[in-house]
């Protein structure tokens, strides 16, 4: 009897201890809608067409210093371009390890990118990177992040691109108001290796605690021996979503 008395107090505070730890676990969400299906890195998803993006994020804090975070994206959009399988939906997560001080962010993290289906050409890949921010003061901050490719890139024509990628950014919340709405800016240039650089001005202004809404301009420069003569890789765009934030 004494030992099953122990057994359920051992029960009993595991199970305690278990839920302290889900409950520290911060959820934060976002439904955005886009004029053209293009993110702030210049892929266009859908040929210019209009679709939804959920963002889906976990984060855990181990310590006031020390956050695991998981961010998810879900791209839903009608490929018509993989050849033989048609994507519906795009899967992009990262799990970073983030080490935040005295306005300082330092965060290597594992990234993948997951559809439901996969052509012959493979465009599921994954990446090791590490992700750099300093900030000047609450609203202003530059950012850097480096990644490369744990799948090798692709290869096409003996060349292999996309298999190193880095992002720089500028970010100044609060930049100005417009009617009486913070308007927020992130001005960036990104670069994948033999692929494409990005020049990206985006604004974003919160109209209620909830909704938003986004203005960007895209401008995509392909590079090396392939991005340079693709079409695709050259191409501008003109950018606006509404987002939900939950």
Not at 27 to 51: E, H, I, Q, W
Not at 151 to 173: P, T
Not at 207 to 236: C, F, H, M, W
């Given at each position: 009897?004494?030992?099953?008395?122990?057994?359920?107090?051992?029960?009993?505070?595991?199970?305690?201890?278990?839920?302290?730890?889900?409950?520290?676990?911060?959820?934060?969400?976002?439904?955005?809608?886009?004029?053209?299906l293009v993110d702030n890195l210049g892929k266009d998803y859908d040929s210019a067409r209009p679709g939804p993006v959920l963002d889906l994020?976990?984060?855990?804090?181990?310590?006031?210093?020390?956050?695991?975070?998981?961010?998810?994206?879900?791209?839903?959009?009608?490929?018509t371009t993989s050849g033989d399988e048609e994507m519906n939906v795009?899967?992009?997560?990262?799990?970073?390890?983030?080490?935040?001080?005295?306005?300082?962010?330092?965060?290597?993290?594992?990234?993948?990118?997951?559809?439901?289906?996969?052509?012959?050409?493979?465009?599921?890949?994954?990446?090791?990177?590490?992700?750099?921010?300093?900030?000047?003061?609450?609203?202003?901050?530059?950012?850097?992040?480096?990644?490369?490719?744990?799948?090798?890139?692709?290869?096409?024509?003996?060349?292999?691109?996309?298999?190193?990628?880095?992002?720089?950014?500028?970010?100044?919340?609060?930049?100005?108001?417009?009617?009486?709405?913070?308007?927020?800016?992130?001005?960036?240039?990104?670069?994948?290796?033999?692929?494409?650089?990005?020049?990206?001005?985006?604004?974003?202004?919160?109209?209620?605690?909830?909704?938003?809404?986004?203005?960007?301009?895209?401008?995509?420069?392909?590079?090396?021996?392939?991005?340079?003569?693709?079409?695709?890789?050259?191409?501008?765009?003109?950018?606006?979503?509404?987002?939900?934030?939950?």
């Amino acid at each position: 009897m004494k030992k099953f008395l122990y057994l359920i107090l051992i029960i009993t505070y595991i199970g305690a201890d278990a839920t302290a730890d889900i409950s520290k676990i911060k959820v934060d969400g976002r439904l955005r809608y886009f004029s053209t299906l293009v993110d702030n890195l210049g892929k266009d998803y859908d040929s210019a067409r209009p679709g939804p993006v959920l963002d889906l994020h976990f984060s855990y804090p181990v310590s006031p210093k020390f956050v695991i975070k998981n961010f998810n994206y879900f791209v839903n959009y009608n490929d018509t371009t993989s050849g033989d399988e048609e994507m519906n939906v795009e899967i992009n997560q990262r799990l970073a390890f983030m080490y935040m001080n005295k306005g300082r962010v330092i965060a290597p993290y594992l990234k993948m990118v997951n559809h439901d289906e996969n052509p012959s050409k493979q465009v599921d890949n994954s990446h090791k990177g590490i992700y750099l921010e300093q900030f000047f003061n609450k609203d202003r901050s530059v950012s850097l992040d480096y990644r490369e490719e744990l799948s090798d890139g692709s290869v096409i024509g003996k060349i292999r691109y996309g298999q190193r990628v880095f992002d720089l950014r500028y970010k100044n919340k609060n930049l100005f108001l417009f009617f009486d709405k913070p308007v927020h800016l992130n001005l960036g240039y990104t670069e994948g290796v033999n692929l494409r650089g990005v020049k990206s001005l985006i604004f974003t202004s919160d109209i209620t605690k909830n909704l938003e809404v986004t203005v960007k301009y895209i401008d995509n420069i392909g590079k090396g021996p392939i991005g340079s003569t693709n079409l695709a890789q050259n191409r501008n765009f003109l950018v606006s979503e509404i987002g939900f934030k939950f």
